[in-house]
């Protein structure tokens, strides 16, 4: 079983205030996914990050793949009240295997306050 | 901006009951993918579907459930025999050229067992 462990599962911070939100497993992905979810509807997707290191900037969101393709963060600068919500990892392709198959992490619930 | 729509958008059986939910995938894409969340819990994958044939299933997706494109615009998952433990929201998703492309969700079908 493919399992990416998402961290913390609770954020709740100020407004201005920076944050990082990690995703870690011991399964290679090939791709990384991140996605926004408000409650009762789907995930929405921000990004895809498909090559080791690779960082991508969405205005003040911040997203990193690891070197090794097992791992990701979302950094994200001046946290806003606009920024609250559910944010989701989801890799695909564990192993090298099952590239149509997402596995999600837990979830980081973000919480800012004005 | 294209996107995945589905319906209905909350169902309500009783345990036992066949229920149909259905999807309308983004008209350019050809791989097509159904999650499901059980209240509090991480998005779980159920099955990726690509020219009329499934690609992969989970252990979740059992004899009780089948998939369909009847036409060339819906993609159904059928619940042949709901269990209270079958309550939770259902996630279509779509991706446009290969397994390995992005997914997008559409907003989900809240189905409620009683």
């Known amino acids: 079983t493919q399992l990416l462990e998402q961290s913390p599962q609770f954020l709740s911070i100020q407004e201005g205030e920076n944050l990082t939100v990690y995703c870690n497993s011991s399964?290679?992905?090939?791709?990384l996914q991140w996605y926004r979810q408000e409650p009762g509807e789907g995930p929405v997707l921000l990004v895809t990050?498909?090559?080791?290191?690779e960082v991508k900037k969405l205005k003040r969101l911040t997203f990193q793949f690891g070197d090794a393709r097992k791992d990701s963060s979302l950094h994200i600068t001046a946290a806003q009240p606009g920024d609250t919500g559910l944010y989701l990892c989801?890799?695909?392709?564990?192993?090298?295997?099952?590239?149509?198959?997402?596995?999600f992490g837990q979830g980081t619930i973000l919480t800012v306050h004005p | 901006e294209p996107e995945v729509t589905q319906t209905p958008s909350h169902q309500v059986t009783q345990m036992g009951q066949e229920v149909i939910l259905r999807c309308v995938p983004i008209s350019n894409h050809l791989y097509f993918y159904w999650y499901r969340q059980i209240l509090g819990q991480k998005v779980e994958f159920l099955v990726s579907f690509y020219n009329n044939e499934i690609s992969e299933k989970s252990e979740i997706f059992d004899d009780q459930f089948s998939v369909e494109r009847p036409d060339g615009s819906n993609f159904t998952l059928k619940i042949r025999s709901t269990k209270l433990e079958d309550s939770a929201m259902y996630f279509c998703a779509s991706s446009e050229t290969s397994l390995a492309d992005t997914q997008y969700f559409g907003p989900g079908t809240r189905l409620t067992v009683l």
């Open positions: 399964s290679v992905f090939s791709s």
């Open positions: 989801a890799g695909a392709g564990a192993g090298g295997t099952s590239y149509g198959k997402l596995t």
């Open positions: 990050v498909v090559t080791g290191g």
